[in-house]
């Protein structure tokens, strides 16, 4: 079987029964695996089993590599993430790598947490407080957030370009909260999620010029209010 278009993650918790543990793995099934304007490879990276995800050349639109048979509301994602910006990329790419869910079944309608790794120990103060992001999207895209609302969807955190970065999301009804390389308090709060509360499935996110690498994916559901 061909190793593209594997989706490998480690497992803490198994809230979805169509998904099998595999010497303490979770396998999708390659055919399955809903790949919008990316390629999604496996590949060693810095010691470990991951997932390489980079955009398609002629990429327009959503980024992301859905995990098929995931169903998730509230609850909590952990999973580890490694961004660079890609070759040829050109100055505004940061390496944007995160998380989205509640993805919906057009792939369009989704919340995500993303890093810019290049951010992370910039010389520049304002870059550094757009380290981290959330957003909404098709309504609340990074760029109507900040305009609206500067500061209020984005934080600092310290990164490093390439290095793997622990990512965990918490979520609880209208309520998210992103904690980064095991941190005890959040690194970034959104008390009003843009989106209606749903269930929906989990996705490699990725932003434009970007080479990311994942591994390490654990879900726990949580109680709905």
Known sequence: MSSKF?????????????VSA????????????TLRNVTATRAQYRG?????????????????????DTDFRDGTIEIDVAGVPGAGADTAARGF????????????????????????????????NHATQYI???DYPWHRLRREQPGVYESYVDL?????T?????????VARLYVNGSAQPVLIVNDMKNPPS???????????????FSRLRVAPGSRR
């Open 6 to 18: 594997l989706v490998l993650a480690s497992l803490i918790s198994l809230p979805i029964s169509a």
């Open 97 to 128: 790598v995160g998380v989205a869910f509640r993805v919906d079944q057009s792939g369009d309608r989704y919340a995500a947490f993303y890093v810019r790794p290049t951010n992370g120990r910039a010389n520049d103060q304002l870059r550094r």
């Open 166 to 174: 622990s990512m965990r999301v918490d979520v609880q009804g209208d």
């Open 136 to 138: 909404a999207h098709p």
């Open 160 to 164: 490093e370009p390439g290095v793997w």
């Open 199 to 213: 269930s929906g499935r989990i996705a490699l996110w990725i932003g434009a010029g970007t080479e990311a690498h």
């Open 48 to 68: 470990r089993e991951a997932i390489r995800v980079v955009p398609t050349p002629d990429a327009a639109g959503e980024t992301i590599a859905i995990i098929p």
């Open 22 to 33: 595999q010497g303490g793995s979770l396998i999708s099934d390659p055919g399955k695996l």
